[in-house]
């Protein structure tokens, strides 16, 4: 049965409802280095760096969660999440985060379209590379494949998720701002992005996870407690 956009969001919405204080607090552990490295004000060239690598970490750490959300068998803790990032099967999904995240940004930096191009195709590579316990090369062309026909869809259930989440923090983001007369760049304006970004993070790293259960049951049967068993 085809899944529709309304489908995907409602089930990124549970996933987030029913765990939200978990994946914050871990997003809020994993990037701290980033918030440490910008508030020194160092070279932006490492600024970059740490930022890229903190996401990346904070996105591995997030599927495993969501998979253990959507399983229903484990409920997601902080030191459990933190812990796994740390592991042997963690490395080939940071070695693969890293390849998405140069060649997204290739892609973004030489024209939009072939950035959004890859970051649709390559969307649930991630989730497949951690359940299905294959290589980074296989990961994507499993997550090309997978999207194949869906691509449109993929590409516009993200799309809703960026503007469902990030009007609302955004508009929170400048109210406090305001509020609280935070001069641009200063410790304070640091600090709320750092927190405020923490939650778009939350939505944008349980999307990739909830697309890839969804396209599975599609295309494979897949249920949800076959997928999920991967991180049991």
Do not use: C
């Amino acid at each position: 049965m085809s899944w529709t956009l309304e489908q995907a969001l409602r089930m990124t919405w549970e996933v987030v409802k029913a765990n939200f204080a978990t994946f914050f607090v871990v997003v809020l552990v994993v990037d701290l280095p980033q918030l440490v490295v910008e508030l020194a004000d160092v070279n932006q060239w490492v600024d970059l760096a740490v930022s890229a690598l903190t996401s990346i970490l904070a996105s591995v750490a997030l599927t495993v969660g969501t998979l253990q959300a959507l399983g229903g068998k484990r409920r997601p803790d902080v030191a459990n999440l933190l812990q796994w990032i740390f592991t042997a099967r963690a490395g080939p999904a940071i070695v693969l985060g890293i390849v998405q995240w140069l060649v997204i940004a290739l892609g973004f930096t030489l024209l939009l379209v072939p950035g959004l191009w890859v970051l649709t195709i390559w969307m649930v590579a991630m989730p497949a590379l951690i359940v299905e316990r294959i290589g980074m090369g296989e990961a994507l062309n499993r997550s090309t494949a997978l999207t194949r026909h869906r691509r449109w869809r993929v590409f516009g259930t993200f799309i809703v998720t960026v503007l469902v989440v990030g009007i609302p923090v955004a508009l929170f983001n400048a109210l406090v701002g305001n509020v609280m007369g935070l001069r641009e760049d200063s410790a304070g304006d640091v600090i709320l992005t750092y927190l405020t970004t923490s939650i778009i993070d939350v939505a944008l790293s349980i999307l990739p996870v909830v697309l890839y259960v969804l396209l599975r049951a599609e295309q494979d049967g897949a249920t949800v407690d076959q997928i999920a068993a991967a991180v049991d």
